[in-house]
């Protein structure tokens, strides 16, 4: 039995959720289809039509300050017929119908959890005619997008939770007084006093060095940095003294394989560092999250860099904590998955 969910409130919509679960669960059938990806099953007429600007800028949307591009999420699209035919299984679905014999007011908009597998997440639009369904489009989106973003990196910490290392995270607890989720074979590569460094698992071989020193990587490297130091007064949250602590632990803290370079802070405007005061999952921690971009700088500079996402709050030790997780890749690799990773597990930390 599916449990349906009417989502549409005249001009304000909520995606409730749900904790009812389905067949798909007892049969075991996983979800499909990659982090970061939306599949849309819609007619060609409506694919082709004005609308799918109204679905390409509310659903689609980038996380800023970053560059290249990273968006949430990458529509693809099926007709009904072809999607009858295809694979039903995909995380992210969303159909998108007119419909002459609905009759309502304003388009309806519903939500199903583990339609057709575990961890699938389905949202139907259904308007009577195109005028309703684009205006529908164009306004009330953002809590679709919103639904459909906040089910991605509950899907990851969910995971991240079951595969706990357990050892690093005791490790992690007893020096920085925080719990948290972490992939399932990660390293704790940095140990000092007041700065660990984690690595997450990759297929990858190792990084190799242009400049005299070997072959550019094309692959991708992440891991999060965690690092206190006392904390004195509110003041210390502002974004300029943030970056300012950032810039100094991995000075001295992140350095790279080449000598004498180091792990920096990019600040070009259109990449500026942007944060706002955010909660983890739970709404047991709250903290300053920032994001930006950084580069290996030096001595002799190295063109190599990414993304960074950090999360900092005040543990009930009396220490500014930071967990920065970042993301080490060129641009022709997507960075969307392994940051949706960091978000995860920035989600899924709390102070103790």
Excluded at 289 to 318: C, L, P
Aim: glycine residues 6%; proline residues 4%.
């Amino acid at each position: 039995m599916r449990y349906i969910i009417p989502l549409l409130l005249l001009l304000t919509i909520t995606l409730s959720g749900c904790n009812q679960r389905y067949d798909a669960r007892e049969f075991g059938l996983k979800a499909t289809g990659k982090v970061g990806e939306i599949l849309l099953v819609c007619e060609n007429g409506i694919w082709n039509s004005p609308a799918k600007a109204y679905l390409d800028t509310n659903m689609t949307r980038f996380i800023m300050p970053y560059f290249p591009d990273v968006v949430t999420f990458e529509l693809i699209h099926r007709t009904p017929g072809a999607f009858e035919k295809g694979n039903k299984r995909w995380r992210n679905l969303m159909f998108v119908e007119i419909d002459p014999k609905y009759q309502g007011e304003e388009s309806e908009i519903t939500k199903e959890l583990d339609t057709w597998a575990q961890g699938q997440l389905v949202v139907r639009v259904k308007a009577k005619d195109y005028q309703q369904l684009e205006y529908s489009l164009k306004n009330h989106l953002a809590a679709v997008h919103r639904t459909f973003d906040e089910n991605e990196w509950q899907r990851l910490e969910e995971r991240f939770q079951r595969e706990k290392n357990q050892t690093i995270c005791r490790q992690i607890k007893q020096k920085f007084g925080l719990d948290m989720a972490l992939p399932k074979g990660s390293k704790l590569v940095t140990q000092r006093e007041n700065f660990y460094r984690v690595e997450f698992p990759t297929d990858a071989k190792p990084m190799q060095f242009g400049e005299n020193h070997g072959q550019t990587s094309n692959f991708i490297q992440s891991g999060i940095c965690i690092y206190q130091y006392p904390y004195i007064d509110s003041s210390q949250f502002e974004l300029s003294n943030l970056l300012q602590a950032r810039d100094t632990m991995m000075k001295y803290n992140f350095k790279h394989e080449i000598p004498g370079i180091y792990m920096g802070t990019q600040y070009a405007s259109v990449i500026y560092p942007e944060g706002s005061m955010d909660w983890n999952r739970k709404k047991t921690t709250k903290g300053f999250e920032m994001r930006g971009m950084f580069k290996f700088t030096g001595e002799s500079a190295y063109s190599t860099g990414g993304a960074f996402w950090a999360f900092h709050f005040r543990n009930k030790q009396g220490k500014l904590v930071c967990v920065s997780g970042y993301v080490d890749a060129p641009p022709t690799v997507s960075w969307t998955h392994p940051l949706r990773e960091i978000q995860a597990i920035l989600k899924s930390v709390e102070a103790n």
